[in-house]
């Protein structure tokens, strides 16, 4: 009987010690991704239903893939309007650093993500899934990422009478948008701009249709703000 009664003991022991060892995998696990490009468009263009809805789309697309725990802003730029100030895209998405769905760190920090030391490319760029998202000579080309935004991250401000951010993010036709190349590839003849991951060029429109005229499935950059 008492050997019997160890080896229960032994057995609750070694079951309860199980038990606080998945508890504290599972209090600690989840998807460290920080950083990804939305596999795709919310439907709309570029009518992302302004920054918010941009946000919930970005936050959205983290939670199906493990990381809604965090607080995920998307990557983009508005213009002054009803009374609200200017937005940079690069004051919205924290401090860093952040990791790709595949735990590749593409930057350490704001002034990194927008400098040459950036990993920001099409094999680190990837979607909440994981995914690759199809480039410049693929059959589908998908790198123009909408972010409204100059090189450094702050609002592409516009030409008088002109759009750089699908008259932040409202608009599902006409006007135009400033996208960058993730794959760092393209036909813009500026070669600092043609191999920009956040400012290249403008689209021809806000549509699905007149987004996918300029290579772009209206996609883009989001990133973990803590």
């Known amino acids: 009987m008492p050997s019997r009664l160890l080896l229960s003991t032994g057995a609750a022991v070694a079951a309860a010690a199980l038990i606080i060892g998945c508890g504290a995998m599972g209090s600690s696990g989840g998807n460290a991704m920080s950083f990804f490009i939305t596999s795709v468009n919310p439907g709309k263009g570029g009518d992302l239903g302004g920054l918010a809805g941009a946000d919930r789309f970005c936050q959205s697309l983290a939670t199906s893939a493990g990381a809604g725990s965090k607080t995920w802003r998307a990557y983009l730029s508005t213009t002054a309007a009803n009374g609200q100030p200017a937005v940079n895209a690069r004051d919205r998405i924290g401090t860093g650093p952040w990791t790709s769905a595949k735990g590749v760190v593409v930057a350490t920090g704001v002034?990194?993500?927008?400098?040459?030391?950036?990993?920001?490319?099409?094999?680190?760029?990837?979607?909440?899934?994981?995914?690759?998202?199809?480039?410049?000579?693929?059959?589908?080309?998908?790198?123009?990422?909408?972010?409204?935004s100059r090189p450094d991250g702050t609002l592409a401000v516009p030409?008088?009478?002109?759009?750089?951010?699908?008259?932040?993010?409202?608009?599902?036709?006409?006007?135009?948008?400033?996208?960058?190349?993730?794959?760092?590839?393209?036909?813009?003849?500026?070669?600092?701009?043609?191999?920009?991951?956040?400012?290249?060029?403008?689209?021809?429109?806000?549509?699905?249709?007149?987004?996918?005229?300029?290579?772009?499935?209206?996609?883009?950059?989001?990133?973990?703000?803590?």
């Open 159 to 226: 030409d008088a009478g002109k759009d750089t951010t699908c008259g932040n993010w409202t608009k599902s036709d006409g006007g135009s948008a400033i996208v960058g190349h993730h794959d760092h590839k393209g036909t813009n003849p500026d070669p600092v701009a043609n191999a920009s991951w956040n400012s290249s060029h403008g689209t021809r429109g806000c549509s699905v249709d007149q987004l996918k005229m300029s290579g772009s499935a209206g996609l883009m950059y989001c990133f973990a703000a803590n």
């Open 111 to 148: 002034a990194d993500l927008h400098s040459a030391n950036a990993k920001v490319g099409k094999d680190t760029s990837l979607t909440e899934k994981g995914e690759v998202v199809s480039g410049f000579g693929d059959a589908v080309n998908r790198h123009d990422i909408l972010t409204g």
